[in-house]
């Protein structure tokens, strides 16, 4: 459906010209509605402010923390040794009893039941203290 428009004689008369809206072709002036000047370059540099600032807004926020995170994880893989209690991520809880290789730990989950996984599973080292501080009230 399309909508007709009717321009009377009076108004078509009376709009302005084209050409006296569109600047000269060396003009630098700025008009006076406009805050500034809005060239490619000028948006091209706007662009660019923006993505170095969200660059920099994710590596403080995700990028560096998890950093962080990963090399604390290494340096506790390091530090593990034969005795140690430790929790797998699957949520098991164990003593280790040996290393075999650089990959696998056996795990004494309980008296004679040992367990092989794999060294990367260890999330953390269980201290005594909480382990005894946890207690069952039924």
Known sequence: MTIPFVISDAQANQAP??????PAAGAT??????PYELSA???MMDNLLILGMLFFIFYFILIRPQQKR???????MKALQKGDKVITNG???????????DDVIVLEISPNVKV???R???SEISSDKADGAIANDN
Do not use: N
């Open 41 to 43: 370059e000028k948006m």
């Open 120 to 122: 990367g599973s260890i």
């Open 29 to 34: 002036e700025v008009p006076e509605g406009s």
């Open 91 to 101: 949520g098991l809880i164990g003593t280790i009893s040996k290393f075999e290789g």
């Open 70 to 76: 990963v090399r604390m994880h290494q340096e506790m």
């Open 17 to 22: 010209a084209v050409e006296a809206l569109q």
């Open 116 to 118: 092989r996984v794999a």
